[in-house]
C-alpha cells in the first residue's frame, strides 16, 4: 500500500498525549531507537499486508484463551473474600503467590523447631489423597512390590510417587520429596510420616545449614523440614544424608525433607519427584468429608462450572478452597454463578499476592507482566522483552538509578517456577516453517489475563512504563512481538475502555505506519472478543472519519472480527464504499482504498463461511452472501466485485497450495434446493458470473479459475466441487465458450502438459452444456 507521506500523527498534526512517552521509547541502556521522519515515511510506504493474512496472523500468534469464554471477567471475587483464607479448614500447602514461610532467627538459643499437633495431621489424612502408580506391565497385577513391605490394603498404589518415597524412608529414615510449592507436598510429607509409624511430628526451621539439621532431631519423632532450599552454593551432599540416616536410625525418627522441583542433591539418596493427582480426584476427596446434603459427588463433579474450574491447573490449596464452595452449593448456600466465578477469585487473589510481595523484586514483577503478555510464547522472547519493561519501570521507581540488569541471575527454570508457570516444547510458525522453541505458559490459564488488568488498573503509576513498553512492542519486526502487545491492549481496553483508547489503540490508528494501525485493528478486535463495549459503535464511526488511517483501522478491524457481526460489518463497509464515491474517491495518496474495502469484505464472507461450516448451521452466512448479488450494481459494484476476486485467493496450505477455502466453503454447503446451503451456493455462482462477464475483473477472475483446477489435480474434493460449480456458470453461451477455451488452453506449473484435471471438467462442462440446450429447446419441439 502507498503511504502518503505529508500527514502528521494526529488528526491535528498534534500527539493527543504528547506528555506520555512517543511511540518511540529509548532501549534499556539509554540510547534512542526513534527514527527520523524520512527514515519512517520510507518504512510507511513499502508497508503492506493483505487483510486475510492479517487475520490468519492474528489467530495465529494470540493464545487460545483470548478467545474462550472463560477469559470473560467473571465479576468481583467470590463470597466476598479478597484476600487470604477464610471459612473452615484448608488442609495442604496453603502458599500464595508462591512464598514461602519465613523463619526469623535471632541466634541460636531460640528453637529451631516446633511440634505439629497429631490432631492436625489426623485431619490431613482423611481428605489427603494419593497419586496413581505407574503400571508396570512386565510385572503380574498380582505381584508383591519390589520392596515388598508395602501392604497390599495400603491406600497408595505401588510405583506411585508416595509408595517410591515411602519405600526411601523406610530403608534410610530419611526422604528428598521434590516439586513446586502449590502441589501439596508438605502434606504429602506428613502423609509418608504417618505411614512409616510417626505418631509425633516436627516442623524443622528450613533456613538451617544441611550440615546443622541433625542437632535437632528428636527421639521417636517424625520430622518435616518444608521449603527447604537447596543451591549451588548450599547444596545438600552425600555425608549430610548418611548423618541424618545415622542418627535417625539410632533414635528411631524419620526425616521428609521438602525442596523444589530443582534440588542440587550431591548423592546419598535421590529426591523423589511429586507429582499430586487430577484436580477432579482431589475434589472428590475432599468432598467426601464435607457436608454435601446427600448430593452425589459424582453429580456435583459433573456439573458445567465444576468441570470449567478444574480444567485449568491450580494449586493444590485452591481445590480445597473450591471443595468448600462446591459443597456450599450443594447445601444452597453458594450460587451457580459464584461457583463458576471461583477461577476468576483464585486467579486475582495469587495475582495481587504477587504485587503485594516484598519478596518479588521490580525486576521479577516486571518478569510477571511480560509473561502474562507472552503466555504461550517462547521463553528467550519473554525474558528478553521483560527487561525492556523492567528499564522502563525502573526509570519510573528510582529515576536516578540506571537499571541493573543480571545477565546470569536467576534460572530460567527457578523464574518459570517462581511465577507457577511451566514450560515445554512446541513447534512455532515462522515464515520459513515450523521452528521448535521451549515456550512458557501460566499452570492457570486464567492468570495471564487477570493480571493484565490487575497491572492496568490497580497500579496505575506503572502505565506510563507500559504505555512506552506496549508502543515498542507494537513496531516490532517480529510478528509474534506485534499481535501480542494487541492482545495486552485489548485486555486492557475491556478493563479500562477510555483509558486504553486515549493513551494507546486511537494513537496506534492515527499513525501513518501500517504496524501500527494494525495494532489498533487487533486490539479491538480481541476487545471485543474479550467482551468489551462499543467495539461495533468504534468501527463504524471510524469507517467514515474525516482521517483516512482512522478508516483504515476500522476497515482492517471488520476484516478481523466482522464475523462476529457479519450483517452489521457488511452494511459498514458498504456505506464506506458510497462514501468514498461521495468524496470523489479516495484520499490523495491513497488509490487503494478501494481495495482495502474490497479485502475486509472478502475476509468477512470467509470467516462467516468457515464459522457456518464449523456450526453447520448455514443462516447467517447464506444471508450475508445473498445480500452481495444485488449489490453487484451501481457504486458498489466494483467493491463487490472486487471482494469476490479477493476472497477466491486464500488457502488452506502454506503460500497458496491446498484447496481453495472459498472452493471449500462451496463444496460443504448443502446443495440441496430450498436449503440455505444452497442460496449460498446460488450467491456464489452470481457473483462468479458477474467477475468473469465484467471487462475489468474478468481477467483476474480467469487467472484464479485456473489456479483453482490446478489446485484440484490431487484434489479428488475439490475437483467435485468444481464439477459442480463450472455448470453454474455458464448462463450463456458466451460463458460456455470462455471457460470451454480456458480448459482446453490450461497448463500445469512450469509444465506445457494440459493437466487430466482440465480433460476431465472440459468434457463435464460439454456434457451440462449440451443437456442445458436440449432443455431448453424442448419446448419448441
Known amino acids: 500500500m502507498n503511504v502518503p507521506q505529508d500527514h502528521q500523527a494526529g488528526t491535528d498534526g498534534q500527539d493527543p498525549h504528547a506528555e506520555w512517552p512517543a511511540a518511540a521509547t529509548d532501549t534499556p541502556d539509554g540510547t534512542s531507537d526513534t527514527t527520523t521522519g524520512a527514515e519512517e515515511s520510507a518504512d510507511a510506504e513499502d508497508e503492506t499486508e493483505h487483510a486475510w493474512d492479517s487475520r490468519r496472523d492474528l489467530y495465529r500468534h494470540i493464545p487460545g484463551i483470548m478467545l474462550g469464554h472463560s477469559a470473560r471477567t467473571g465479576g468481583s471475587l467470590v463470597g466476598g473474600d479478597q484476600h487470604g483464607v477464610s471459612g ?75 509408595a517410591v518415597a515411602l519405600a526411601g524412608l523406610r530403608e534410610h529414615r530419611v526422604a528428598v520429596l521434590s516439586g513446586p510449592a502449590t502441589t501439596g507436598r508438605r502434606a504429602a510429607a506428613l502423609m509418608l510420616l504417618r505411614a512409616v509409624g510417626s505418631r509425633s511430628y516436627r516442623a524443622l526451621d528450613p533456613a538451617l545449614p544441611p550440615g546443622r539439621l541433625v542437632g535437632e532431631l528428636r527421639e521417636d519423632c517424625g520430622h518435616v523440614v518444608a521449603d527447604f532450599a537447596t543451591t549451588a552454593e548450599r547444596p545438600l551432599r552425600e555425608h549430610h544424608i548418611r548423618a541424618l540416616s545415622e542418627r535417625l536410625h539410632a533414635t528411631g525418627g524419620h526425616l521428609v525433607l521438602v525442596v523444589g522441583p530443582h534440588p542440587v542433591v550431591h548423592g546419598g539418596v535421590s529426591p523423589v519427584p511429586w507429582q499430586p493427582p487430577e484436580p477432579a ?28 474450574v478444574l480444567a485449568h491447573h491450580r494449586p493444590v490449596a485452591d481445590t480445597a478452597r473450591f471443595a468448600e464452595r462446591v459443597a456450599g452449593y450443594a447445601r444452597g448456600t453458594v450460587t451457580l454463578a459464584e461457583l463458576g466465578a471461583f477461577g476468576h477469585y483464585a486467579a486475582e487473589r495469587q495475582v495481587r499476592e504477587w504485587f503485594d510481595s516484598a519478596d518479588h523484586t521490580l525486576h ?25 519493561l523492567f528499564g522502563l519501570l525502573q526509570r519510573i521507581e528510582n529515576p536516578g538509578e540506571p537499571a541493573r540488569i543480571p545477565v546470569f541471575g536467576t534460572s530460567s527454570a527457578q523464574r518459570v517456577e517462581q511465577a507457577l508457570a511451566d514450560r515445554y516444547q512446541e513447534p512455532e510458525e515462522t515464515e520459513w516453517g515450523p521452528v521448535l522453541q521451549t515456550k512458557v505458559q501460566f499452570r492457570d490459564r486464567l492468570t495471564a489475563i487477570t493480571l493484565l488488568r490487575e497491572v492496568w488498573t490497580g497500579h496505575p503509576s506503572a502505565r506510563r512504563a507500559l504505555v512506552a513498553w506496549l508502543r515498542r512492542l507494537a513496531d516490532d519486526p517480529r510478528p509474534v512481538v506485534r ?13 479500562d475502555l477510555p483509558s486504553a483508547m486515549a493513551l494507546l489503540i486511537r494513537s496506534w ?73 461521495s468524496r470523489g474517491g479516495p484520499a490523495r495518496g491513497w488509490s487503494e482504498e478501494r481495495d482495502d474495502l474490497a479485502q475486509s469484505a472478502a475476509a468477512l464472507l470467509l470467516a462467516a463461511g468457515q464459522e457456518a461450516a464449523a456450526r453447520d448451521d448455514w443462516d447467517a452466512a447464506a444471508g450475508l ?30 503460500a497458496g497450495t491446498g484447496r481453495p477455502l472459498l472452493l471449500d466453503l462451496f463444496a460443504r454447503a448443502d446443495p440441496k434446493p430450498g436449503t440455505d446451503g444452497a442460496v449460498l451456493r446460488h450467491a456464489m455462482a452470481a457473483l462468479w458470473r458477474s467477475v468473469l462477464n465484467d471487462p475489468v475483473c474478468s481477467a483476474s477472475g480467469l487467472n484464479t479459475m485456473r489456479q483453482w483446477v490446478r489446485a484440484a489435480e490431487d484434489d479428488r474434493g475439490a475437483e467435485t466441487a468444481l464439477a459442480e460449480l463450472l455448470p453454474l456458470l455458464t448462463a450463456s453461451n458466451e460463458d460456455h465458450r470462455r471457460l470451454a477455451y480456458l480448459l482446453d488452453n490450461l497448463r500445469g506449473e512450469g509444465d506445457s502438459a494440459r493437466p487430466a484435471v482440465a480433460f476431465r471438467l472440459r468434457t463435464l462442462l460439454s456434457a451440462s452444456h449440451a443437456d442445458a440446450r436440449s432443455s431448453a429447446d424442448a419446448p419448441s419441439r
Open 625 to 654: 452472501w445473498g445480500a452481495l448479488p444485488p449489490l453487484a450494481r451501481g457504486t458498489t459494484r466494483d467493491f463487490v466485485l472486487r471482494a469476490m476476486v479477493h476472497a477466491c485467493g486464500p488457502t488452506d496450505g502454506p
Open 88 to 162: 473452615g479448614h484448608v488442609y495442604g500447602d496453603v502458599i500464595l503467590g508462591g512464598s514461602k514461610v519465613e523463619y526469623h532467627i535471632g541466634g541460636d538459643t531460640e528453637e529451631r523447631s516446633g511440634e505439629i499437633p497429631r490432631s492436625e495431621v489426623e485431619a490431613l489424612a482423611r481428605n489427603f489423597v494419593y497419586p496413581p502408580g505407574e503400571h508396570d506391565s512386565s510385572r503380574p497385577d498380582d505381584a508383591a512390590p519390589a520392596d515388598g513391605r508395602d501392604d497390599p490394603d495400603a491406600p497408595w498404589e505401588p510405583g506411585s510417587p508416595f
Open 509 to 581: 490508528a492515527a499513525d501513518r505506519r501500517l504496524r501500527a494501525r494494525l495494532a489498533a485493528a487487533n486490539a479491538l478486535a480481541l476487545a471485543h472478543h474479550l467482551g468489551a463495549p462499543h467495539v461495533s459503535r468504534i468501527l463504524a464511526d471510524w469507517c467514515t472519519a474525516p482521517d483516512h488511517r482512522l478508516r483504515w483501522t476500522a476497515v482492517r478491524g471488520y476484516a478481523l472480527v466482522g464475523d462476529a457481526f457479519p450483517q452489521e460489518a457488511l452494511a459498514a463497509l458498504t456505506e464506506a464504499v458510497r462514501s468514498m464515491e
Open 281 to 308: 480426584a482431589l475434589l472428590a476427596g475432599h468432598l467426601r468429608n464435607q457436608d454435601v446434603a446427600g448430593r452425589n459427588v459424582d453429580e456435583l463433579l459433573a456439573l458445567t462450572e465444576v468441570r470449567s
Open 364 to 388: 521479577d514483577k516486571a518478569f510477571l507482566i511480560a509473561l502474562a503478555t507472552f503466555d504461550e510464547a517462547p521463553y528467550p522472547l519473554t525474558a528478553e522483552l521483560s527487561d525492556v
Open 483 to 495: 499481535t501480542r502487545a494487541a492482545a495486552a491492549a485489548a485486555v486492557m481496553a475491556e478493563a
